[in-house]
């Protein structure tokens, strides 16, 4: 009579735990599902020999089952740790159980674990179940072999998607870490650095966010409306950390803007998804107050000036945590820009990169004077030492440079005759070089105002330099800029002297092109986009 009501209350729990999973309640799924695994437990070890084999076999099959359950409702609740340890206890009972390693795989392909997920696939697939299920296990089979060789060659191509005007769904992305490694910084703490020599456009870094929040700011938006964004935002990584011991591990190697001599350098590997190993990451108490401290020096703007957003979320602003990107410094002569697409950040070579050479972005934009930008470097809290900014500050305490930058203040000024001057003192004081570009970047404001003028440039044009020429060095000096190809696309191309050769003039405009999106897309797309 006792056994009739222990398995009359283990089939009830059973049923309950599969209906709470049918009807998307995960919680209570997990809770009935956990009371079935104790009970079972429970049950085994005091009546162990008192029940045959085969009533043995059945009881580890229904907690195999019971695992399996748990595993899925908290994998839907992105409980990823717990969920991958409840998938090893269910296959431990067994081994080519179908709906854990279906489920084991999924979780792994979550975390962008290519190659081991695969690996569930492939014996799921094996399962006499599969052929119930075949279209199910062969769409992850060949979405994990494409993120799989995308991760490892970085061969990424988002041309359809763009042709088709950014319609349909987003482009699938997978992680993706270059020729980058983590070294103690001249600039501060930690930063990335090339490891060969790199040309402009080449693709450094693809990641997802970690956490991401986005809104539409009307433009009478209060300051309340960004504090909810980032009161989301802080949520959603905290609850991101608590779900998932990696993450949470890894958050705690980012800055917290404090002891930058001091501070651990990680090993870029533990960046790697396919090092992952969710047993080796420790346990450790989620710290908000440090995350609050992390997060208020690692989270990244996707509508920067160092970035460009693709698709449907262009009208929005949104804040967000990329792990390796964390780890770029800024300097007013970047040699790296951003590429959004989707919840991915896309990291690729504004200008031809050395190995053993910083990568950095421009927190502000680098188009601008000296004292511009210090201004904007004291509102983000430091102060830029650079080459570029202490080249200026040496040669900008020169007094007809301190002049220049009255004139232009001033406004209302011939700006082709500010351009001259400016490039007379260069030719005199024997600028050369990255040197020139830097200086040219800092009126580029000045250079622009004389290249879309017919009238400045009728009067100006044979005394002061070529328009490829002056975004050649700037180019050269801070990495391609979005504003330079469109001078390039709109106003150089009408006044160039010479005339217009359309097949040279697109291929140096593909190649600027290059520096501010990529090469993630073919040529045509590229067109479309300049």
Excluded at 76 to 87: G, P, Q, T
Excluded at 151 to 172: H, M, Q, Y
Aim: with cysteine; aromatic share 8%.
């Amino acid at each position: 009579m006792e056994e009739a009501d222990h398995e009359e209350k283990l089939q009830n729990l059973r049923s309950k735990a599969t209906e709470f999973l049918l009807r998307e309640e995960y919680k209570e799924s997990i809770q009935a599902c956990s009371q079935f695994i104790t009970l079972c437990q429970d049950y085994i070890s005091k009546n162990s020999s008192q029940f045959d084999s085969d009533h043995f076999l059945k009881l580890q099959k229904s907690i195999c089952l019971a695992f399996s359950n748990r595993a899925e409702a908290r994998f839907r609740l992105k409980e990823f740790s717990a969920s991958l340890e409840d998938c090893d206890e269910a296959l431990r009972i067994e081994s080519t159980h179908f709906k854990t390693l279906l489920c084991k795989g999924k979780i792994l392909l979550n975390q962008n674990r290519y190659g081991v997920a695969l690996d569930c696939f492939r014996a799921a697939n094996l399962d006499p179940q599969a052929n119930e299920n075949s279209e199910i296990v062969n769409g992850y089979l060949e979405k994990c072999k494409k993120l799989e060789f995308l991760s490892r060659t970085g061969a990424f191509d988002v041309s359809d998607w763009i042709l088709n005007g950014f319609r349909g769904k987003t482009p699938e992305l997978a992680e993706y870490v270059g020729a980058v490694e983590i070294k103690k910084s001249d600039i501060s703490g930690r930063g990335l650095f090339a490891t060969k020599n790199i040309d402009s456009g080449t693709l450094l870094l693809v990641t997802k966010a970690i956490a991401i929040d986005r809104a539409i700011f009307p433009q009478d938006s209060s300051e309340n409306v960004q504090l909810v964004i980032w009161k989301n935002f802080i949520d959603k990584v905290v609850d991101s950390a608590t779900k998932c011991r990696r993450i949470n591990c890894l958050i705690s190697k980012l800055s917290t803007g404090e002891n930058e001599d001091s501070i651990e350098v990680p090993d870029i590997s533990l960046f790697r998804h396919e090092a992952d190993d969710n047993s080796s990451f420790s346990c450790e108490k989620v710290d908000i107050g440090r995350i609050l401290s992390i997060l208020d020096v690692n989270s990244i703007l996707e509508d920067a000036i160092s970035s460009k957003v693709l698709s449907k979320n262009t009208d929005y602003q949104g804040v967000g945590l990329w792990f390796l990107p964390s780890f770029i410094n800024h300097s007013c002569d970047p040699n790296v820009r951003r590429l959004h697409i989707g919840d991915h950040v896309i990291v690729h070579a504004s200008r031809d990169v050395k190995a053993g050479e910083e990568l950095t972005f421009s927190y502000f934009d680098v188009l601008s004077p000296l004292s511009n930008r210090r201004g904007m470097a004291g509102n983000w809290g430091f102060s830029c030492r650079c080459k570029r900014c202490e080249f200026e500050d040496s040669i900008c305490s020169n007094q007809e440079m301190r002049e220049i930058e009255m004139v232009l203040g001033k406004g209302l000024v011939d700006m082709g005759g500010v351009v001259y001057r400016l490039e007379e003192c260069m030719r005199r004081w024997m600028v050369r070089g990255k040197a020139k570009g830097y200086l040219r970047a800092s009126y580029w404001e000045a250079y622009l105002q004389v290249y879309e003028s017919e009238k400045l440039m009728r009067k100006w044009g044979r005394k002061i330099p070529s328009i490829e020429s002056v975004i050649d060095s700037i180019v050269d000096a801070v990495g391609s800029d979005e504003r330079v190809v469109k001078l390039y696309m709109e106003g150089g191309l009408k006044m160039r002297v010479g005339g217009y050769n359309g097949v040279v003039e697109m291929e140096k405009a593909m190649k600027l092109g290059k520096g501010v999106y990529g090469k993630v897309m073919k040529k045509q797309a590229m067109k479309i986009l300049l």
